[in-house]
């Protein structure tokens, strides 16, 4: 399957929320839909679930308009919210049949996903009575109640503990090793990291960059090296390197130094002028940015 | 239509479920149950009482004296006084014994069979002064006949000559069918709010616990609303249906201690033809206002902010039981007459108008037809606001904008 977003435009009144954006999703393939806060993630994502209607573009799944009523769909919106005074098993057995199931299934599906995530014992206890991270537990499980061929996460990692986080990241890793369908917002790059092959990163309504998350990484550390001492100051060298390589940008990062060669190719000199000063070296390679670094970097220059 | 009896069926066995709901349903059959006990409870009562009152009978009088202006006037007083009242001389002594406690009431007759009574207290429920007055008055009739030369038996038959007559209603005797017709109004009305509120609270819920994004993105938003309504409709009709059937064999069980006059009522006024009017216009009125609530559940964000928005339709049914009120007393009134085929108030005014007249065909049909026009263009409506509603958080926005938008929101 491949979901196509096509030049999406979405307005609030007077103000224009997402410009045109565009980007696709392919099955197999996990895809992180980043930006900050009131980027317009959770706007393209209820635009794409048809909570609203955007007011031009479209979203085509196989080249066809996606209708989501019409695909077995799991859905976990950014503001959860489940009935709090009925019982876990009746509810999920419910939300699972208006998504199609019958009865019976309903009930296999619901069952399953409670067990899974360890709450069997709750099973007939008001939602409203299991604590804090139970609750969200089961309102993650509603999203993957009748083995959806899509999933759409928002902001699924909000809120969730490690061991929690754990578990879900496994379960979204299932889902994509399957061939299913998987997209999901957040602004938790490590988490995405970990899961994702594809990002798209947001901001202000405006798509900044989207593809093969590794592919971007190498194409980000393009002309880029990176050092760090055993025995030095980095300050220090960074000075006596930029005497010594007016061309090369110099980036102090984390104990370490970034070096951008922009396009020079004075890798091997460097080498040697770092031989030649004897400098101790820790480490010495082809930069790899973090997916923070890259989204720090693309949304400073846009801001 | 899958769809619609999932949601149907879990919001019936939810609503069903609810503690509060069966409290009060429990509570609300027993209430039944001791009302049409009522006639029974109170013989019960009585008959003790009655036994109490003969019992008492002798010491109540001797807390009674008199004082006569003479002994002919206490001997024709026997029948009222009894064969040996306790008589003293003066008004003065009376007085004295009133205050001293040794007698609750005193009689100072004269000689023309007026009197005084005196008390030292009097409660409110004694009656004593003017059941000494119907006595003196009945003596006294009693010699005036005998003074015009007829005997007391020939007077009576005089006075109660019969005059052959009766009374022939054609259609309805308001005499008799009003009081069921406003009891079954007052049902329709707490129905209305009772199951009104309930609607308007689910789906506000829902909205404010964000429950409402999971729902719309999992079915139709016409299966959503139709099925809750529903399931509301269905709670109500089975709730106060048990209520009904106890205070229905309540009635039946303790048929045989009710006045005679509210038998006939309950029997005059349950006519075929008025139960049909009475379920279809309180049923479809019902369901009416239904949406109405679930319309306006939709467009609140915030429970607290439900009151407020509710409050047009509760002005509303507030109009029409007003309407049905005066439609009691002037049923063929042009304001009658109006307001009982316009929708909104047409659930209480039409029953009530059919319950203490026939209405005429011509009224009945354009006022059917029209509530189930309004009923069909409300759930439109409602399922149209309440997917504006899962869109629409935060800022209160006007009714009229509300239902522009609405309608104008294309697909599901």
Same mark, same amino acid.
């Not at chain 2, 609810?18 to 013989?43: E, H, N, Q």
């Not at chain 2, 005998?146 to 052959?164: C, D, P, R, V, Y």
């Not at chain 2, 009709?237 to 509210?262: D, R, W």
């Given at each position: 399957?491949?979901?196509?977003?096509?030049?999406?435009?979405?307005?609030?009144?007077?103000?224009?929320?997402?410009?045109?954006?565009?980007? $696709? *999703?392919?099955?197999?393939?996990?895809?992180?839909?980043?930006?900050?806060?009131?980027?317009?993630?959770?706007?393209?994502?209820?635009?794409?679930?048809?909570?609203?209607?955007?007011?031009?573009?479209?979203?085509?799944?196989?080249?066809?308009?996606? +209708?989501?009523?019409?695909?077995?769909?799991?859905?976990?919106?950014?503001?959860?919210?489940?009935?709090?005074?009925?019982?876990?098993?009746?509810?999920?057995?419910?939300?699972?049949?208006?998504?199609?199931?019958?009865?019976?299934?309903?009930?296999?599906?619901?069952?399953?996903?409670?067990?899974?995530?360890?709450?069997?014992?709750?099973? +007939?206890?008001?939602?409203?009575?299991?604590?804090?991270?139970?609750?969200? +537990?089961?309102?993650?499980?509603?999203?993957?109640?009748?083995?959806?061929?899509?999933?759409?996460?928002?902001?699924?990692?909000?809120?969730?503990?490690? *061991?929690?986080?754990? !578990?879900?990241?496994?379960?979204?890793?299932?889902?994509?090793?399957?061939?299913?369908? !998987?997209?999901?917002?957040?602004?938790?790059?490590?988490?995405? $990291?970990?899961?994702?092959?594809?990002?798209?990163?947001?901001?202000?309504?405006?798509?900044?960059?989207?593809?093969?998350?590794?592919?971007? +990484?190498?194409? $980000?550390?393009?002309?880029?090296?990176?050092?760090?001492?055993?025995?030095?100051?980095?300050?220090?060298?960074?000075?006596?390197?930029?005497?010594?390589?007016?061309?090369?940008?110099?980036?102090?990062?984390?104990?370490?130094?970034?070096?951008?060669?922009?396009?020079?190719?004075?890798?091997?000199?460097?080498?040697?002028?770092?031989?030649?000063?004897?400098?101790?070296?820790?480490?010495?390679?082809?930069?790899?940015?973090?997916?923070?670094?890259?989204?720090?970097?693309?949304?400073?220059?846009?801001? | 239509?899958?769809?619609?009896?999932?949601?149907?069926?879990?919001?019936?066995?939810?609503?069903?479920?609810?503690?509060?709901?069966?409290?009060?349903?429990?509570?609300?059959?027993?209430?039944?149950?001791?009302?049409?006990?009522?006639?029974?409870?109170?013989?019960?009562?009585?008959?003790?009482?009655?036994?109490?009152?003969?019992?008492?009978?002798?010491?109540?009088?001797?807390?009674?004296?008199?004082?006569?202006?003479?002994?002919?006037?206490?001997?024709?007083?026997? #029948?009222?006084?009894?064969?040996?009242?306790?008589?003293?001389?003066?008004?003065?002594?009376?007085?004295?014994?009133?205050?001293? %406690?040794?007698?609750?009431?005193?009689?100072?007759?004269?000689?023309?069979?007026?009197?005084?009574?005196?008390?030292?207290?009097?409660?409110?429920?004694?009656?004593?002064?003017?059941?000494?007055?119907?006595?003196?008055?009945?003596?006294?009739?009693?010699?005036?006949?005998?003074?015009?030369?007829?005997?007391?038996?020939?007077?009576?038959?005089?006075?109660?000559?019969?005059?052959?007559?009766?009374?022939?209603?054609?259609?309805?005797?308001?005499?008799?069918?009003?009081?069921?017709?406003?009891?079954?109004?007052?049902?329709?009305?707490?129905?209305?709010?009772?199951?009104?509120?309930?609607?308007?609270?689910?789906?506000?819920?829902?909205?404010?616990?964000?429950?409402?994004?999971?729902?719309i993105?999992?079915?139709?938003p016409?299966?959503?609303?139709?099925?809750?309504?529903?399931?509301?409709?269905?709670?109500?009709?089975?709730?106060?249906?048990?209520?009904?059937?106890?205070?229905? &064999?309540?009635?039946?069980?303790?048929? =045989?201690?009710? #006045?005679?006059?509210?038998?006939?009522?309950?029997? %005059?006024?349950?006519?075929?033809?008025?139960?049909?009017?009475?379920?279809?216009? =309180?049923?479809?009125?019902?369901?009416?206002?239904?949406?109405?609530?679930?319309a306006?559940?939709s467009t609140? =964000?915030?429970?607290?902010?439900?009151?407020?928005?509710?409050?047009?339709?509760?002005?509303?049914?507030?109009?029409?039981? &007003?309407?049905?009120?005066?439609?009691?007393?002037?049923?063929?009134?042009?304001?009658?007459?109006?307001?009982?085929?316009?929708?909104?108030?047409?659930?209480?005014?039409?029953?009530?108008?059919?319950?203490?007249?026939?209405? #005429?065909?011509?009224?009945?049909? #354009?006022?059917?037809?029209?509530?189930?026009?309004?009923?069909?263009?409300?759930?439109?409506l409602s399922i149209k606001i309440y997917r504006w509603g899962s869109l629409n958080?935060?800022?209160?926005t006007?009714? =009229?904008r509300i239902v522009r938008e609405a309608l104008r929101r294309?697909?599901?």
């Amino acid at each position: 399957m491949k979901l196509q977003v096509q030049d999406i435009k979405k307005s609030f009144g007077e103000k224009e929320i997402l410009h045109g954006i565009s980007f $696709e *999703v392919v099955s197999g393939r996990a895809m992180g839909f980043l930006g900050r806060n009131g980027a317009g993630k959770s706007t393209t994502i209820r635009c794409l679930m048809d909570v609203f209607r955007q007011d031009s573009g479209q979203f085509l799944l196989d080249g066809q308009v996606f +209708k989501p009523w019409e695909k077995r769909i799991g859905y976990l919106p950014e503001e959860r919210g489940m009935y709090q005074k009925n019982d876990v098993l009746g509810q999920l057995t419910y939300f699972a049949m208006l998504r199609g199931a019958n009865k019976a299934d309903a009930l296999k599906t619901a069952h399953y996903w409670i067990d899974y995530f360890g709450l069997g014992d709750y099973k +007939k206890k008001k939602l409203e009575t299991l604590s804090k991270g139970n609750q969200q +537990k089961i309102q993650i499980a509603q999203a993957f109640l009748n083995e959806p061929d899509i999933l759409v996460l928002d902001e699924p990692f909000s809120g969730l503990d490690p *061991v929690n986080a754990q !578990v879900f990241k496994d379960t979204i890793a299932n889902f994509v090793k399957e061939g299913k369908l !998987v997209i999901f917002s957040s602004h938790q790059m490590s988490y995405v $990291e970990e899961v994702c092959d594809d990002v798209t990163l947001i901001h202000e309504g405006h798509i900044l960059l989207t593809g093969d998350l590794k592919q971007i +990484k190498r194409q $980000e550390g393009q002309d880029k090296l990176q050092l760090s001492l055993a025995e030095g100051s980095l300050e220090a060298l960074k000075q006596q390197l930029a005497a010594a390589f007016a061309k090369v940008d110099i980036t102090l990062v984390n104990n370490s130094l970034i070096l951008d060669t922009q396009g020079t190719n004075l890798q091997a000199q460097l080498m040697a002028w770092l031989a030649k000063e004897e400098v101790k070296l820790r480490s010495f390679g082809l930069y790899e940015p973090s997916l923070t670094d890259i989204f720090i970097q693309k949304v400073g220059e846009h801001a | 239509m899958k769809h619609f009896l999932t949601v149907f069926r879990y919001e019936l066995k939810t609503q069903l479920l609810k503690k509060a709901g069966i409290v009060a349903m429990v509570v609300m059959m027993v209430l039944a149950l001791a009302g049409t006990s009522l006639p029974r409870i109170i013989a019960l009562f009585d008959t003790d009482k009655q036994a109490a009152v003969e019992e008492t009978a002798p010491e109540t009088a001797a807390k009674i004296a008199y004082v006569f202006p003479d002994e002919a006037t206490k001997a024709l007083l026997a #029948p009222v006084t009894g064969p040996m009242p306790l008589v003293m001389d003066l008004r003065e002594d009376l007085v004295k014994a009133l205050q001293e %406690g040794s007698i609750e009431v005193g009689f100072v007759v004269t000689a023309d069979l007026g009197y005084e009574a005196i008390y030292q207290d009097r409660s409110m429920y004694d009656t004593r002064d003017s059941d000494f007055a119907a006595a003196l008055s009945r003596l006294k009739k009693e010699q005036l006949i005998l003074s015009h030369g007829l005997t007391t038996a020939e007077f009576n038959a005089i006075e109660n000559t019969q005059i052959k007559g009766a009374t022939t209603v054609l259609g309805k005797n308001s005499g008799t069918t009003y009081w069921l017709s406003f009891i079954l109004m007052l049902m329709v009305y707490m129905i209305v709010l009772l199951y009104g509120a309930t609607v308007s609270s689910i789906i506000a819920r829902e909205k404010d616990s964000r429950t409402m994004e999971i729902l719309i993105t999992s079915t139709r938003p016409s299966a959503l609303i139709l099925g809750k309504v529903a399931a509301a409709g269905v709670a109500a009709i089975i709730q106060f249906g048990m209520v009904v059937l106890t205070a229905y &064999i309540g009635f039946q069980i303790n048929k =045989s201690t009710y #006045p005679e006059m509210i038998v006939m009522m309950v029997s %005059g006024t349950l006519t075929t033809s008025y139960l049909l009017t009475f379920l279809f216009f =309180s049923f479809f009125g019902f369901i009416l206002y239904l949406f109405l609530y679930a319309a306006l559940g939709s467009t609140v =964000s915030k429970m607290e902010d439900l009151g407020s928005a509710t409050g047009l339709v509760q002005f509303l049914f507030i109009f029409g039981y &007003i309407m049905a009120s005066i439609a009691a007393q002037t049923p063929n009134s042009s304001l009658a007459v109006v307001s009982s085929i316009i929708p909104f108030s047409a659930i209480m005014v039409m029953p009530m108008r059919a319950g203490v007249i026939t209405v #005429p065909w011509g009224q009945l049909l #354009p006022a059917g037809v029209l509530m189930l026009v309004f009923v069909a263009f409300f759930a439109y409506l409602s399922i149209k606001i309440y997917r504006w509603g899962s869109l629409n958080y935060g800022n209160k926005t006007k009714l =009229s904008r509300i239902v522009r938008e609405a309608l104008r929101r294309e697909g599901r």
